[in-house]
Structures are given as C-alpha cells and as structure tokens.
C-alpha cells in the first residue's frame, strides 16, 4: 500500500495496467502488465507471462491461461487503436519567402 504525506492511501497501482512499445515496423513488440501478469504481442503471436513465478519470461502461460490472455490482449487493442503513430502526425506545410527568411533569421534552418 502507498500512503501519501497525509497519510492518505494512495491508488493502487498493480491494478493500473502499464504499457509498453519496443521496435518498430515489423519489428513491433507491444506489452501490457497488469499485477503479476505480462502479455507481449509481436504480429500475431501472444505470450503470456506470470511475472512473479517467472520474472525471467521463459515459460509461456498464453495457452494455458486463455481467459487472463484475452483480458490483456484487449487492452493492448484497446491502447494501440488510441495511440496516434508519429507517421500520422506529420504534414507538408508550404512557407511564404517571408516566414522561411525569418525561420533561417533565427536558425532554425538553413
């Protein structure tokens, strides 16, 4: 249990899922941990690991514990259709000589 200064018991945190993203590409890895749980997607393959009886995720659990995988395995979905990949975010702005002078004024390009 975390208490803050108050002495107020703070919100538990093994309860609050935390995500991960490794890679890129093909090379995608994303995983989710939710108390003693880990699920690791990589395309289409899912492992799933009991952290505290294997901290070093060697034995995949994914088969055998079909209803844990498929809570986290939503919210991986759930996370990835609301993250905005960095490729979408870019766009083609057309400068006026003036800003582009000013932008070069200030160094900001060449």
Do not use: C
Not at 21 to 40: F, I, P, Q, S
Not at 42 to 57: G, I, S, T, V
């Amino acid at each position: 249990m975390i208490r803050g200064h108050d002495g107020r018991v703070a919100e538990d945190l093994e309860s609050r899922p935390t995500y991960a993203l490794r890679g890129r590409n093909r090379n995608e890895r994303w995983a989710v941990m939710r108390g003693d749980w880990k699920l690791v997607q990589r395309r289409r393959r899912m492992q799933l690991f009991h952290l505290e009886d294997d901290p070093l995720d060697q034995s995949n659990l994914s088969s055998r514990e079909s209803d844990v995988r498929a809570g986290l395995e939503g919210l991986i979905t759930s996370f990835r259709q609301s993250v905005v990949p960095a490729s979408d975010l870019s766009t083609e702005v057309t400068l006026t000589p003036e800003e582009l002078e000013e932008l070069r004024s200030l160094g900001y390009v060449d």
